[in-house]
């Protein structure tokens, strides 16, 4: 017994040093050749069933399909890193390629996003459609010619404090540019627990908030004891979407921030 208490106080030991040290240094999330440190979650499957090969690792990237799929039915789908994290700075590349899957809603063509501060999908239901989460959304610009800006802000479950007044809108727009085409496009995420959220595109800030919380609509099926609404959210798991748009993820890397109100 007390070699097993040493040993689990050695290993304690080990893993807060492996956190301090990580603190101030960027980590890379994907290691390039697989996704065995995410979990997979797809609406109408349970979780670790990657449904048609839908997260996929070619080329040096998280690509994202669905050449195996049917009718899309609503699979809407997520990858999860393995850990969850609360106060970081997240940074990725991605791009929108190849055709919209047409029978998915049409409001996910060149649509896509990064989830943060979402449920341990393991929580989810089958059936559950969307984790309780923060999304920083991606879009492309559309053939109507129209303005989209990229790097907004959706709220699956959840509400953000926006300007100073609790804001329940489930998106809200960022100041960013409309990008089109194939081109590979910089987002960068800087979450401070549940203080101050930035959305940043190719550089620029582009959105801020606060206070993301537990509350709202746009989630089914969930499980009751997981959405308590009013309840800050200061951590959670960082998630791929997918969601009928073909997309590919590269250079996925997380530096660990302090948290100042430990200090």
């Known amino acids: 017994m007390i070699r097993i208490v040493l040993c689990l106080l050695f290993i304690t030991g080990i893993t807060h040093s492996t956190q301090a040290q990580e603190k101030g240094k960027w980590r890379s999330l994907f290691n390039g050749k697989d996704i065995k440190d995410w979990f997979v979650k797809i609406h ?3 979780t670790g069933d990657n449904f048609g090969n839908t997260f996929r690792v070619e080329d040096g990237m998280i690509k994202v399909r669905y050449d195996q799929y049917g009718d899309f039915n609503d699979q ?21 390629v190849g055709e919209w899957y047409r029978s998915a809603p049409s409001y996910t063509e060149l649509n896509s996003g990064v989830m943060y501060h979402s449920q341990d999908p393991r929580t989810m239901p089958k059936e559950q459609d ?19 800006p990229t790097g907004n802000m959706c709220s699956p479950g959840t509400h953000i404090v926006y300007q100073g007044k609790l804001d329940t809108r489930h998106c809200i727009n960022s100041s960013s540019p409309t990008y089109r085409g194939e081109q590979w496009i910089k987002g960068e995420l800087i979450v401070l627990g549940d203080s101050l959220i930035t959305h940043i595109i190719n550089g620029d800030t582009v959105l801020q908030y606060s206070k993301p919380q537990i509350g ?48």
């Open 130 to 148: 969307w984790p309780i989460s923060i999304e920083m959304q991606l879009l492309g610009g559309l053939a109507d010619g129209k303005p989209r």
């Open 76 to 96: 809407f789908g997520h990858l999860y890193f393995k850990q969850p994290f609360s106060y970081y700075h997240l940074k990725f590349e991605y791009r929108f």
């Open 44 to 46: 109408h499957y349970e």
């Open 216 to 263: 709202g609509p746009v989630v089914h099926n969930y499980d009751p004891a997981i959405k308590q609404d009013g309840k800050l959210l200061t951590s959670g798991f960082i998630a791929l979407q997918s969601e009928g748009q073909p997309i590919d993820f590269r250079n996925i890397e997380i530096m660990v921030l302090e948290d100042k109100k430990k200090r």
